[in-house]
């Protein structure tokens, strides 16, 4: 199999796996009980949260809180922070962002919120004048992801957070796509709130962190018990916290390859393909983009027909077709990037990974060009 | 993601009479490649049995739609034209072992391609009906005749059958009014 769909998920790291298996038959105590045997489960948790706060350079543990996954981290940034501030009722976020926040925008409309969307250019890119201009008195939180799934594109993350601090106006940003990918410092960025997936950078899924700036006024989006200090009640993941911390602690140590090595095995295979693949281009800025991603369409032919192609290959991938994307509509990403439906159809995602080698994207460029020239044979427009 | 046959596969990968037919003497194109699919049908027709001799077919589209257009010419070849009218898009399913349901749309549109390369060979225009759905260009006309053939009582089944209704939605008040009318 030749894995390159790493934005939708990630292996999890044998390092990681390894630090998880003592907490499911020997050291499985709820760190919430009394007795001795619980702390064997309650000081990795202590252990893992440090680990996540270095990898963000959160400056200290209580700003972590773990969650299930990047959609609950998003949706208790939303949600926690406008519950705490309820004399505002203005949100903004971008088009591009991911359904955990952009459905949560359609939600928030319904429960008397109003919202603006902020447009992207053909690069996929915010304009930072239009979203100073959307900020008003009434403003409560601004929320723009670090870098996009789909595109890999990255926002221009540090100036929009500087501009709604200007304005007294909360920032939060979905970092699950840039975490791993490129450095990533929240107090440099200076951001209120971040969430991050563990699935994404080589952890289990059913594991995510959130990043509170410390002074962020929040409510709590789970109810119940008192874990994480009051603030996301539930009983610990504890195997899942820490192979998150594994995974961060693993993720810093392996940025720099991420950023060189692996960039060049993605820049090799975007270049590879667009060479001997007519009728082919890159969609979103080639320049602010996370090193692993690449989205090309193939004119002429449809998203799952080449995903069901390649996969008979063995080669996982992505797509922005209508058919793949589970509704009628293309890629919500692309559309709003002005991309036309019948360019959104034909798009194909490849995300890499640390534990992809050459070989894998010879092997694509190999494989490729027969997959695309079968299919556009078959096509009215090829 | 969607759980297809061995058949729906088997046509996907090695698909029967792919290509275009030189000098048809039927065409039909259905579909555009905003919506994501296009399928265009051409026949060989024998002028004295009306019997259609070969078909050929050519898609952009997902697996559901290659497979439909694929099953679809073998479904027709060796009938006449009148008898190939009676080929349905719930035999295309049927020879195809199922679709899932949001697939539906595929073997109708498989249908409509019949339907308009035989309309084409016989020289009839028939374009009519008012839009109802502009996302995905599908005519009031093509939503009634869909749902008195197929019994459909739901905007959500008429989206899974013509994909009218599953973009924008601003057209389900005017799609329920004809489900209304129709089952009143």
Known sequence: MTYTDNNATTRVADEVLEAMLPFFSEKYGNPASMYLFAQESKHPIDAARKQVADFLNAGSTEAIIFTSCG?????????????????????????????????????????????????????????????????????????????????????????????????????????????????????K??????????????????????????????????????????????????????????????????????????????????????????????????ENRIPNTTNITFEFIEGEAMLLSMSDFGICASSGSACTSGSLEPSHVLLAMGVPHSLAHGAVRFSLSRYNTEEDIDYIIEKLPGVIERLREMSPFG | MWEYTDKVLEYFRNPKNMGEIEDPDGIGEVGSLDCGDVMRLTLKIEPETEKILDAKFKTFGCASAIASASILTELIIGKTVDEALKVTDKQIIEELGGLPCAKIHCSVMGYDALVAAINNYRGIDKKEGNVICKCFNVTDKHIEEVVREHNLHTIEEITNYTKAGGGCGKCHPEIQEILDRIWE
Not at chain 1, 258 to 280: F, H
Request: glycine share 10%; net charge neutral.
């Open chain 1, 71 to 187: 959609t609950e981290s998003n949706n208790t940034a939303i949600f926690g922070a406008l519950a705490a501030l309820p004399g505002k009722n203005h949100f903004i976020t971008t088009a591009v962002e991911h359904p955990s926040v952009l459905n949560l925008a359609k939600e928030l409309e319904k429960r008397g919120y109003s919202t603006t969307i902020l447009p992207v250019d053909n690069k996929g890119l915010i304009s930072l004048d239009v979203l100073r201009d959307s900020i008003t008195e009434n403003t409560a939180l601004v929320s723009i992801m670090w870098a996009n799934n789909e595109t890999g594109v990255i926002s221009p993350l540090e100036e929009a957070c500087a501009i709604c601090h200007e304005k007294g106006v909360l920032f939060h940003t979905d970092a699950v796509q840039s975490a791993g990918k490129i450095p990533i410092d929240v107090q």
């Open chain 1, 189 to 286: 960025a200076d951001v209120d709130l971040l969430s991050i997936s563990g699935h994404k950078i080589h952890a289990p899924k059913g594991i995510g962190a959130l990043y509170v700036k410390s002074g962020t006024r929040m409510k709590p989006l789970l109810i119940g018990g008192h874990h994480e200090n009051g603030r996301r009640a539930g009983t610990q993941n504890v195997q899942g916290i820490v192979g998150l911390g594994k995974a961060c602690e693993l993720a810093s140590i392996f940025i720099e390859d991420e950023v060189t090595r692996v960039k060049e095995l993605r820049d090799k295979l975007e270049s590879g393909l667009l060479k001997r693949i007519p009728k082919s281009h890159v969609n979103g800025s080639i």
